[in-house]
């Protein structure tokens, strides 16, 4: 893997066992991270200070995960040019609907690239860094087309065991 083109970052150590799926991702495919705790509520300074560094310091896609009073992805995006998929944490008191909803309506002009609840969103959004990437990268794409046939291909074509 070359340098680091995909910022991972979360709000809290809590995240981490979501946010792992879109590093598992990334690592499967490929593609060289980093995978950071910034906080936009406890840890101000550092989302400030990430997101004015991310450009130039070559990161070409910010995946963002945060839970409840979601405010990472958004201000993330707020601070940097740099694409920001976000990933709505699933929450114990409601179900990640609060994420989902703190994450998706952003006001024009700083869009974030808002991902499903859960474990599935965190493996989307890693694979939608992926396929950004992959407009440029000619070997990446080859990788991620043969990871998308390779799961077209895990499918049954029925719910049962056929007998023999
Ligand atoms: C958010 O608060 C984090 O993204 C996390 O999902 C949620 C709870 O954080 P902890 O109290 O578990 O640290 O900022």
Do not use: F
């Not at 809590?14 to 991702?25: E, F, G, L, Q």
């Not at 995978?35 to 995946?63: C, E, F, M, Q």
């Not at 009073?69 to 976000?86: C, D, E, F, N």
């Amino acid at each position: 893997m070359g340098e680091v083109e995909v910022g991972i970052i979360m709000g809290s150590k809590s995240d981490w066992p979501t946010m792992r799926h879109a590093a598992d991702i990334l690592d499967e495919l490929g593609v060289a991270h980093e995978t950071r705790i910034v906080s936009a509520h406890r840890t101000p300074d550092r989302l400030w200070s990430y997101g004015r560094d991310a450009a130039g310091r070559g990161l070409k896609v910010i995946v963002a995960g945060a839970g409840g009073a979601a405010h990472l992805p958004g201000m993330m995006a707020s601070k940097t040019r740099v694409p920001v998929i976000g990933v709505p944490i699933q929450t114990r008191a409601l179900s990640g609907v609060d994420s989902l909803y703190s994450i998706v309506q952003m006001p024009r002009g700083y869009p974030v690239a808002t991902m499903a609840i859960g474990a599935a969103g965190a493996v989307n959004a890693g694979l939608m860094a992926a396929a950004i990437l992959a407009v440029h990268d000619a070997a990446l794409a080859m990788r991620l087309e043969a990871w998308r046939a390779a799961l077209s291909a895990s499918i049954p074509e029925t719910p049962e065991e056929q007998a023999d």
